[in-house]
């Protein structure tokens, strides 16, 4: 079992479950059992479905630095979050607009504070382990601040840009991952230099649907759309692109 999977992350391949009750044993070849794919407690948090109807997992959880660029909205942060919180991992959101994620904070972890939001620049040191893995979200506006809290063993750092900024190609290079919701036409195709897209996903950037991201680096790409459940259309309200 390896932590970590998810999106590009190599752990999961689709495949067969165990052969059917009427058989006599359950016996798979060796080329058969690595087509085998178990979802695990810690492989990720899902997403959204994938152009097939797949769930997408994102794993968000590593032992090693993830940084993750989210040039999106406000909604499907939250959501991610949400979804992290969920996990068991803390969840450390720095803002500048801290009233929009005041309902996130009280509402997750039934009473636990599992979500804790914080002024720009003012996020204390954190402490990820594999016991208590953390999630910070960067939501700071078109220019972030270098951030005071670095991603790191079972930390990760998520970074929120509502445009593509002139601070956009330092982050997109330094990202593992990189998600890019509804852009411009001349958008678009600057981050299909910057990511290496095909034309065709260059094409379609400018026409995404609300709830809709592709996840993307220089080599892999998914478009991923993402509905809220119940709760978290309570919460946050309908997918949307623009807050």
């Known amino acids: 079992m390896r932590r970590g999977s998810g999106l590009f992350g190599g752990t999961s391949r689709g495949g067969s479950g165990l052969l059917g009750p009427r058989r006599g044993r359950h016996v798979v070849t060796a080329a058969e059992l690595d087509r085998l794919a178990v979802p695990v407690g810690d492989d990720g948090v899902v997403i959204g479905v994938d152009a097939e109807g797949r769930p997408a997992v994102l794993g968000v959880n590593r032992p090693s630095p993830y940084e993750i660029t989210l040039i999106g909205g406000l909604w499907t942060a939250q959501v991610l979050a949400l979804r ?85 190609p330092r982050l997109l290079r330094s990202s593992a991952l990189v998600g890019v919701q509804r852009v411009s036409p001349d958008e678009a195709t600057r981050i299909g230099d910057l990511m290496r897209l095909p034309r065709s996903a260059e094409e379609a950037l400018p026409t995404l649907g609300d709830g809709v991201t592709l996840w993307c680096t220089p080599r892999d790409r998914k478009f991923v759309l993402t509905r809220g459940t119940e709760e978290e259309t309570a919460l946050f309200g309908a997918a949307r692109r623009v807050d």
């Open 84 to 168: 992290t919180a969920a996990t068991g991992a803390r969840v450390v959101v720095e803002s500048g607009r801290g009233p929009a994620w005041a309902d996130l904070a009280r509402e997750a972890g039934a009473g636990q504070q599992c979500v804790t939001v914080h002024e720009v620049g003012r996020v204390p040191p954190q402490a990820g382990s594999a016991g208590g893995p953390v999630l910070v979200v960067r939501d700071c506006g078109m220019r972030p601040p270098r951030g005071r809290v670095k991603a790191g063993p079972w930390q990760c750092v998520l970074t929120l840009l509502p445009y593509l900024s002139p601070t956009a």
